[in-house]
């Protein structure tokens, strides 16, 4: 089994590239966007949530909802909400929007924890938050299954993990019935997947997709 260095050689070499463009965001001047969501359809318009922060003040982030207003832009969706979060990242299941992002704690001017916000609803301007995952976690993604249940990938990072796997992290997998069901401790706990990483080796789930 190729450990993710030989992967990424291997997909280095045989890789196609079908478009690669920069996109262009309007509306937040001074500003970089980053990190955005997948674009998603919505009421007839497309639209990509992103992590706008100036680039001398890193990790002092919001996320903002952006238009497609042409080919590669995107413009800033006026009065829309602000949330305090990072890196962005939506679900769509049976017209309800989920979106979700890392927010972070500071105390005394100094970062103490992090952990992922949930938001949920029918309406881009009336999201309304409802859970919150473990602390220290990132990359918490959702994914509606056939039958309608919820598969959930969760990151755990710890000690434990380290020394259990010598890996700094490691993917985690539950199902839940519903929204409702979603909870730090249902993610906490979620069944780890064997043999994603090698020592030394780590990362999560980006986006997750239904096939």
Known sequence: MMNLQEQRKQFEETKMIYESKKLQFHGVEGFDVYNPSLPFPWEGKTYIYGRVEKREEWARSWVRLFEQTGEDEWTLVPDSMIYQLEDPYISIMDGTMILGGTHVRYKQGKGETYYGYFYRGTDLNDLYYFTTGPD???????????DKRIGVFSRPR???????????????????????????EVIETAPLIDGLFGKDEWGGCNQAYLL
């Open 158 to 184: 710890s000690e434990e993990i380290r020394k259990r796997y010598g890996s700094e992290s490691i993917v985690g997998f539950a199902i839940i019935n519903s929204l409702d069901e979603l909870t730090a």
């Open 136 to 146: 220290y976690m990132k990359d918490i993604r959702l994914v509606q299954l056939k």
